[in-house]
């Protein structure tokens, strides 16, 4: 073979065995971005849902991106200020009893307004 037609071949033999990657279980870059982007958006969200501050998320997740912590964080607060959703802390937590504490002694003006 001729040093042209095997570098063709070697060409098109290597664009066959790339294109097979995903069968290989290799995510492309942009899938995995996607994937970390709703991880840390549904991480925000149950943050926000479960009262604890955006801070506090942050420090409990400390490798998932920020922006989509705090996106996911934002979300979720518009949704249940649009809905009047009270926090739903897990039972026995310490978060639990510092929020019950909070709205204890919230003044009149600020609490939150009664479930429906």
Do not use: Q
């Amino acid at each position: 073979m001729n040093s042209p037609l095997r570098t063709a071949v070697l060409a098109l033999l290597a664009v066959f065995v790339l294109a097979g990657c995903d069968l290989l279980g290799i995510e492309p870059a942009s899938a995995v971005a996607a994937r970390k982007e709703a991880e840390g958006r549904a991480i925000g969200g149950g943050c926000r849902h479960a009262g604890r501050p955006i801070e506090d998320c942050y420090a409990l997740n400390k490798k998932v991106e920020k922006a989509a912590v705090f996106a996911g964080w934002r979300e979720m607060n518009d949704y249940m200020r649009e809905n009047r959703m009270d926090t739903m802390p897990p039972p026995g937590s310490v978060t639990a009893e510092v929020t019950a504490k909070a709205d204890a002694d919230a003044p009149a003006l600020v609490r939150k307004p009664a479930k429906h």
